[in-house]
């Protein structure tokens, strides 16, 4: 029987390109609202706080702090 990641919070490594995944998952939190953010939909983050955003909004507001 296959394993699902279903429901599964993963731990990324964040970098300029990508990142690289640390624990299986197929969501993340976004650092600012907490919003569940699917792997295949992760745009945003930033490499020097390895946090994701859910937006590009979020992810600005989040450099203003």
């Known amino acids: 029987m296959l394993m699902s990641n279903t429901r599964r ?3 990324l490594h ?3 390109n990508g ?6 998952g ?3 939190l976004c650092a600012r609202s907490g919003a ?6 992760l745009r945003y ?3 020097e706080r390895q946090e994701p955003y859910a ?9 203003s702090h």
């Open 14 to 16: 964040y970098m300029a």
């Open 26 to 28: 197929d969501h993340v």
């Open 36 to 41: 569940v953010i699917p792997l295949d939909e």
């Open 45 to 47: 983050w930033s490499v």
């Open 19 to 24: 990142f690289r995944v640390l624990a299986n």
């Open 9 to 11: 919070l993963a731990k």
């Open 55 to 63: 937006s590009a909004e979020l992810s600005t507001e989040a450099l």
